[in-house]
């Protein structure tokens, strides 16, 4: 009997990423007369820190995924799911987003594209979608909102594009100095969660999300 150990069985048993549902998915391994193969499937925690890398938003915008899971629903009525895909349509409103949080700490919320122009062709990584400081416990609406939200709207021709929320917890309320943007303003590029992050003390993440999207002719 052989007992192989997740991630390095995906090879062994042949898993297929659903772009469309986010989790990975896996064919049943194959019993033969010399033994059995056991798939230890990890927790909830480690499989959304893996798929994160599997998905490169580590390295790309983040050095250590985040271990707890952002619950990401828009009034569309789709909810983000690790990398599930969504029309740019659906994510034109900002979101309802819920976490677990101690009321008396203060959090930090932001979404980000690092597929601007192209995730082939990054030169204006990344592109910031939302950023949302000294949040009251979960209350993300009562946060200060320093770059109202905008919707995806990925070029043609630029394929998939990785939309990601992130979630840190401050060191108390803070002072930030970043200017205040409407949802018109589009200059938001060249942005960088990491060196934000640094600036402001913030560490690493400690929840995530994210979707993709695509360009889609307007009807």
């Not at 029309?87 to 700490?105: L, M, N, S, T």
Request: proline residues 8%; charged residues 25%; hydrophobic residues 35%.
């Amino acid at each position: 009997m052989k007992i192989t150990m997740f991630p390095e069985v995906l090879e062994k048993v042949g898993v297929n990423r659903d772009q469309r549902g986010g989790f990975p998915r896996a064919r049943p391994s194959h019993c033969t007369p010399a033994g059995l193969t056991f798939v230890i499937i990890p927790d909830a925690n480690n499989l959304q820190i893996l798929i994160f890398k599997d998905n490169q938003i580590v390295p790309d915008v983040i050095s250590v995924a985040p271990g707890k899971l952002l619950e990401v629903k828009y009034k569309s009525n789709v909810e983000v799911k690790l990398g599930n895909e969504l029309r740019p349509k659906q994510v034109q409103e900002a979101p309802e987003v819920k976490y677990e949080a101690d009321a008396g700490d203060y959090y930090t919320l932001l979404l980000t594209d690092p597929d601007a122009p192209s995730r082939k062709n990054p030169t204006v990584r990344e592109f910031s979608h939302w950023l949302v400081v000294n949040i009251p416990g979960s209350k993300v609406s009562e946060g200060d909102n320093i770059r109202e939200y905008m919707g995806s709207a990925p070029p043609e021709g630029t394929g998939l594009h990785r939309y990601v929320f992130l979630l840190y917890k401050q060191n108390g309320k803070q002072t930030f100095d970043e200017p205040h943007q409407v949802a018109t303003d589009g200059n938001r590029g060249r942005f960088s969660t990491a060196q934000f992050a640094k600036k402001h003390n913030l560490g690493n993440p400690i929840a995530g999300n994210f979707f993709q999207a695509q360009w889609e002719k307007s009807k």
